[in-house]
Structure formats: structure tokens, C-alpha cells
């Protein structure tokens, strides 16, 4: 703001600001121009832009119709469905294959609960049927042959991948172990996205050929280690079996309950538990009065004042003296164990591997958990279920066919009393071996471990056993073919008439760029309208546009001259794809359907080479390798003029041009201010002499009228 004083027409009388006003309109006038100039420009920047947008989704088309698949699109079809249906890759060989028949097809092996026995027996004892959602502990009685449970917790803890080159996480708590051979090894299932890991001590004495399949825990640190990088947002998941966990709470003053994380408290063959409380630094213990849990201080030898009880059940501590807690916060730390049973699986794949896997299953846990774990187990690939009617369960196989040649694809492993060997009665269970399926195609007998499989890029699925021959037969997909290259066409003509319109859009040139003065005068529409106008045509004729259009032109209508291409197709109009009779369109292309058709069933491989054809010259080359350089060359181009919307005005040359605008209008804004401060200043003096004039002329008139 200026700091010249300002006096306006107090002894002149004259409206200084309105005439200063006037002045200064005229003196504005560079500037005005200066505005509408950069704004034009800033016109043109979203005009380009806007455009540059279609040659960049052309671009995007071009690069996808260079890409096979949008030319080798195959069909298939069946002489019988109900027998053999195909579907075919797109680098599927044209032509057809009869498969005379099919002997045997193929099957999953299976095994059933109890069929070790004869007469085969079930689940349930005497007594009632298994819940399959109820937990397992509280129907420990429930099954003929009777849970082993084990003291102990299991613990579930998921971790994220950092991406370091040897990824290590730390355990909550000490998982139990056992040692063989000289190993040892953990309690523990370690998944990496779905990536199944055994835990050891030491990895030395494995075999070579497995030491990818486990991980190292030092029970010093209590990290888990892995052997290679675990890359960054990976899910790292660990279920182990810890002998007992602590939890720490802080509780407020006078808490009546405390909740602890696992729901069943594991006992010892005396009914006492393997529990133990700190309230403050002081020590509690339980103590078994028939049946109910209470809970005593360990100074309290005699055990007559308990101050609270325990729910062996739910894990749920309930405090009947509230003066153990009579602090504001109070430390409670609880020591215990719960409830645990094991049982192992493994399965075979076709290859002679083995997939084995350990399962922890928590005392409240159900037999639907049970299942669900072993059917959600990425690369055990079996399917556990049980039949309530039947009180049986099943494991079957995900895979089809004979995966093992020596015996059982689906291994019962673990102890006599594993959860599956001993209450779920699979220990001897005979298992219903995998089947291959067997057939002859084209004079050719031959079998496959699944009912699917593929053979030169065609992939059948046998639906049945037969004897009368099926013929499959594997031709070009036309009607996909022809609206791929139709979609092309679609998006061409689209950029021909976006560009078109801009350089045939009228030019106004009495329309400038409107003042903010010039819009204080109109309404919003008056607005709008006189914009349309002032913007329309900055493109008109604009030659990095008309020389676009004309190369693609050029390009398009260009034989290809390939020596892999039928003379009969070498151009576009030999496959019913022309100009449009009206020039004014700049060049859109239309298309006789049957005309291209008919090319791409005639010769399926000309009218590709047509389109995405390579050479070492541009006349070698097909259309879209041809559009797409000429396209992105346009697009380079345009953006160095215009730039992006990530582009600061320093990167392209518009953006330069309205910063030399910019730094033009700020200094004439200067010039300006100085100019009116200069009219003010001139007006201030006249405004000063004038009222010293009138004061002297008020002193010499009273004078004279005195004497």
C-alpha cells in the first residue's frame, strides 16, 4: 500500500478519486493485455492437455493391439459336451484332436474314520453324539476313544516382513520341544504367506534338499530365524505350544474380575492347578474346595480367607476381598497353563514329495476348528469333514490320481495318541487310493493324474468314461477378433475427431479474454458465453496437430511391404477397413464387417502381421508398430510444449512463457502503483496550494472588512 498522503477534493471540490481513476484506465491498458495474453496461454495449456489426453489412451491401445492376444483368440468345440469339453490358449494349434475313449477317469484318494476295525466303528461312545461346534475339552467323555491332553498353551502371534535379507521375529513365550536324532525340534507351525515352515534348533544336520522348509529358533533370544529375506509386507504367522504364559494387567481400585486370554486352566492328576497369581508383589495360589477354584495367599498356609475365585472353564478370576486391590492401580500378573492335543497329517504330490504338517489344537477349541484348519492348510491340499448322521469323519485328497505308487498318498503320522490316530480312529484306517484317468487320444494311450489337463495348448476336461469317439476341434474366435481390432478403429476415429475439432474450431478474435472489471458488468451466463467465445479456436490450424493427423494418415494408408504378409492383405482396405467418403472428417476410418470377416478366416496370420508386424524400416512394419512411434512421438511433443499436470511452468515451454508473463505483469503492477502515487501526490500539492490561497484570502478579507 502506498504511504503518500492522500487528500481528495477537500478544498478543491473535485472528485480526485474519479479522476485518477480514468487516468490510471488508460495506463492499464499494457497491462490488461498482458493478463489476457497469459490467460490465453493458460487456455491453450488446458486445450493441449485435454488432447493429449486421447493420443496418451491411444498410446495405451496401440501397445495392446501389438500384444498376440488380441489376434490369436481361439474357440473350441465338443462333437459330444456331456463326454469332453475344451478351451484353448491362444497359442492352441489350429485343427482338431478325438479322443476315442476313456477307460478309467480320474479320482482322490480318500480315507474314513474307523474302518481300521471290523464291523467299523464311530466317533461317539455310549453317550451322547459329538457337537461339531462345541469345544472338544468338554466333550472329552463324549468319544469312544478319549482325547490325550497335554498341559501346555497354545500361542498364535503375526508378525509383518520388513524385507531384510535374513527376516527374525521374537516369540512371546518358550515353545515346547522335543529332540530326535540329535535335533530338535519345536512345538511350532510357521507360515510366510502360506509357505509352510518346521521349526529347529539347528539346520546343520538336515538334508540339504529341505533346508528350505525350516526356520531356526534360539531358545537363548527367543527369535525365530529365517534363511532368506522375507520380503517387506509379507504375513508371518506362528502358532506354538508354550508350557505356560504370563499376563500382566493393571487393575483399577476395587476391580471385581480379571480376564484371562486362554478360557481353560489345565490340572494336574490332584484337581489343583498349575496357576499361579501376583497382586502388588504379593503371591497368590489356588486351592481346590470340591470343585471350586479360590484363591488364597500364599501366606495363607491354613487357607481360611480366600479372596477370590477362578473358573477353570472360561479362564474368568472373580475377587471376593477388595482389599487386595486398594491401590489406584494395581499390578496383576497371572502364571498358567491350559490345554492342548497334537495330531500330524502329510500327503503326497505327484512328483514323490511329501507335505507335512502339525496340528495344535486348543482345549476350547471345536471340531469345525479342527476342520477348518486342515481345509484352510495352503499345501497340504486335503479336505477334512464329518458327517453328523454317520458320526464319522473323512480326509480326502485335493488331488486327483495316483500320487503315491508305494502306498498311501494321505500319511497318518504322530504318536498312537495323535488326535487323529486315536479319537478320530484313523490308526489303520484303509485308505481308498487316487486313480488316474485313463484314455486315448488320437490313437494314443495315455493317462493324467486329473480329469483336466492340457495338451498343446488346448486344455480338455473329461466328464465321463465312453467308448464312441469325441472329436475336439480348435478354430479362430472371428467375432472376438474382429471387435478387438473394431475397438481400435473405435478409439482411432476418436482421436481423429477430438483433434479434428480443435483445428476446425472458429477463431474470435474480437473476443479477449474478459477483465475483472468487464465481469462485474454481466450476469453468469453473459459470462460463460463470452468465454466460449474468447477460448474457442487457440488451436485452429495448429501445426503440431495438423502434421500429427497427416502422418497418421500416411501411416494408415501405407501397404506393408512384409514378406511374411499375403500380398492379398497388406494394406487396410484389402481387409474391408477404409477412409469415410466425408474429408472433412479428417480422415475416420469405417469398417465392412464381412469384408474383415472374411480376412481374419481366410488368413488369420496376415491380418495379425497386418497389424503388429516388425521390420527394420517403417515400411516393414505393421500399422499400430507404425502408429505407435508416430503417436508417441506426438505426445512427447505436446507434452514439451505443454507439459503434464505433475510438471511445474519451468519444464515445458507455455509454462515458461507464463512465468515470463507473470514477472511482466508484476512489474507493471509496480509501475502502475508508482504512477498513481505520482497522480495522487500531484493532486495533494493542488489540494495543499489551494487552501493556503483560501486561507490567505480569509485572513486579507477579514482584514480589509476590519479597517
Known amino acids: 500500500m502506498s504511504s503518500i498522503q492522500r487528500i481528495t477534493g477537500l478544498a478543491s471540490g473535485m472528485d480526485i478519486d474519479s479522476i ?48 498376440t492376444t488380441k489376434y490369436r483368440v481361439r474357440t473350441t468345440t465338443s462333437s459330444n459336451e456331456n463326454n469332453v469339453t475344451a478351451t484353448a490358449a491362444n497359442n492352441a494349434a489350429l485343427g482338431s484332436a478325438t479322443i476315442q475313449s476313456v477307460t478309467q477317469l480320474a479320482t482322490a484318494a480318500t480315507k474314513i474314520s474307523g474302518t481300521g476295525s471290523a464291523p467299523p466303528t464311530t466317533l461317539s461312545g455310549s453317550g451322547a453324539k459329538i457337537k461339531a461346534d462345541a469345544s472338544l475339552y468338554s466333550q472329552t467323555g463324549n468319544f469312544s476313544n478319549r482325547i490325550t ?19 527374525a521375529v521374537k516369540l512371546s513365550n518358550p515353545p515346547v520341544s522335543t529332540t530326535t536324532d540329535g535335533i530338535t525340534y519345536y512345538a511350532m507351525n510357521v507360515k510366510v504367506n502360506g509357505k509352510t515352515y518346521q521349526v529347529v534348533n539347528d539346520k546343520s544336520n538336515i538334508p540339504d534338499n529341505e533346508k528350505g522348509n525350516y526356520a531356526v529358533y534360539n531358545a537363548e533370544s527367543g527369535v525365530l530365524t529365517f534363511d532368506s529375506a522375507v520380503s517387506a509386507g509379507s504375513g508371518i504367522n506362528v502358532e506354538y505350544v508354550a508350557d505356560a504364559v504370563t499376563e500382566t494387567k493393571t487393575l483399577s481400585k476395587g476391580a471385581a474380575t480379571m480376564q484371562l486370554g486362554h478360557g481353560l486352566i489345565a490340572t494336574d492328576a490332584t484337581g489343583n492347578q498349575a496357576f499361579s497369581l501376583k497382586i502388588n508383589n504379593t503371591n497368590y495360589v489356588l486351592g481346590n474346595d470340591n470343585g471350586t477354584y479360590k484363591l488364597y495367599a500364599e501366606s495363607d498356609t491354613g487357607k481360611s480367607s480366600p479372596v477370590g475365585t477362578l473358573d477353570a472353564s472360561t479362564g474368568l478370576i472373580t475377587f471376593t476381598d477388595s482389599s487386595v486391590l486398594s491401590g489406584d492401580n494395581n499390578t496383576v500378573s497371572a502364571t498358567y497353563s491350559s490345554k492342548y492335543a497334537t495330531m500330524s497329517l502329510g500327503s503326497y504330490n505327484e512328483d514323490g514329495s511329501m507335505n507335512k504338517a502339525a496340528f495344535y489344537i486348543d482345549g476350547t477349541d471345536s471340531l469345525n476348528d479342527v476342520m477348518a484348519d486342515v481345509n484352510s492348510h495352503s499345501t497340504l491340499g486335503v479336505s477334512m469333514y464329518y458327517d453328523e448322521n454317520a458320526d464319522r469323519v473323512s480326509l480326502t485328497r485335493k488331488m486327483t490320481g495316483d500320487l503315491n505308487k508305494n502306498g498311501d498318498e494321505i500319511i497318518i503320522g504322530g504318536s498312537d495318541n495323535d488326535f487323529l490316530n486315536q479319537t478320530l480312529q484313523f490308526n489303520g484306517s484303509k485308505e481308498s487310493v487316487g486313480k ?41 474366435d472371428t467375432d472376438t477378433i474382429f471387435k478387438n481390432i473394431k475397438d481400435f478403429v473405435d478409439q482411432y476415429n476418436s482421436l481423429i475427431d477430438a483433434v479434428q475439432s480443435k483445428l476446425n474450431e472458429d477463431r474470435y ?55 511374411n504378409i499375403s500380398s492379398e492383405y497388406n494394406q487396410l482396405s484389402s481387409i474391408g477397413i477404409t477412409t469415410t467418403s466425408d474429408w472433412l472428417e479428417g480422415g475416420k476410418l469405417e469398417i465392412n464387417e464381412d469384408k474383415l470377416k472374411a480376412a481374419i478366416q481366410n488368413d488369420p496370420d496376415s491380418v495379425e502381421l497386418l497389424f503388429r508386424a516388425t521390420g527394420s524400416t517403417t515400411s516393414e512394419k505393421g500399422i ?14 505436446i507434452v514439451d510444449k505443454a507439459g503434464k499436470s505433475t510438471y511445474v511452468n519451468t519444464q515445458f515451454t507455455i509454462g515458461k512463457n507464463i512465468n515470463d508473463l507473470t514477472d511482466k505483469i508484476r512489474d507493471m503492477n509496480d509501475k502502475l502503483g508508482k504512477l498513481e502515487d505520482r497522480y495522487y501526490a500531484q493532486f495533494t500539492a493542488m489540494e495543499q496550494a489551494i487552501q493556503k490561497y483560501n486561507s490567505q484570502y480569509t485572513y486579507l478579507s477579514s482584514f480589509f472588512s476590519n479597517s
Do not use: C, H
Not at 448 to 473: E, M
Not at 624 to 637: A, H, K, P
Open 20 to 67: 485518477v481513476e480514468k487516468m490510471m484506465t488508460a495506463a492499464k491498458q499494457p497491462l490488461v493485455k498482458l493478463q489476457q495474453q497469459k490467460q490465453i496461454l493458460e487456455w491453450q495449456e488446458e486445450d493441449y492437455r485435454t488432447l493429449n489426453q486421447k493420443y496418451f489412451d491411444f498410446r495405451s491401445t496401440l501397445s495392446n493391439m501389438k500384444l
Open 149 to 167: 491332553w497335554n498341559n501346555g498353551v497354545v500361542v498364535s502371534q503375526s508378525f509383518t516382513g520388513d524385507g531384510d535379507a535374513t527376516a
Open 436 to 476: 488316474n484317468a485313463k484314455f486315448t487320444i488320437n490313437g494314443l494311450e495315455t493317462e493324467r493324474t486329473s480329469n483336466t489337463f492340457t495338451i498343446s495348448g488346448v486344455t480338455y476336461t473329461l466328464k465321463s468314461k465312453f467308448d464312441t469317439p469325441v472329436t475336439v476341434t480348435v478354430s479362430n
Open 509 to 563: 478474435s474480437d473476443y479477449a479474454p474478459l477483465t475483472d472489471d468487464q465481469r462485474k458488468e454481466m450476469t453468469d451466463t453473459q459470462q460463460d458465453q463470452w468465454d466460449k467465445k474468447a477460448r474457442s479456436g487457440l488451436l485452429r490450424n495448429d501445426m503440431t496437430l495438423k502434421s500429427s493427423l497427416s502422418n497418421m494418415r500416411s501411416l494408415i494408408y501405407s501397404k506393408v511391404n512384409n514378406a
Open 624 to 637: 499400430v508398430q507404425r502408429l505407435y512411434d508416430s503417436v508417441n512421438n506426438t505426445y512427447n511433443t
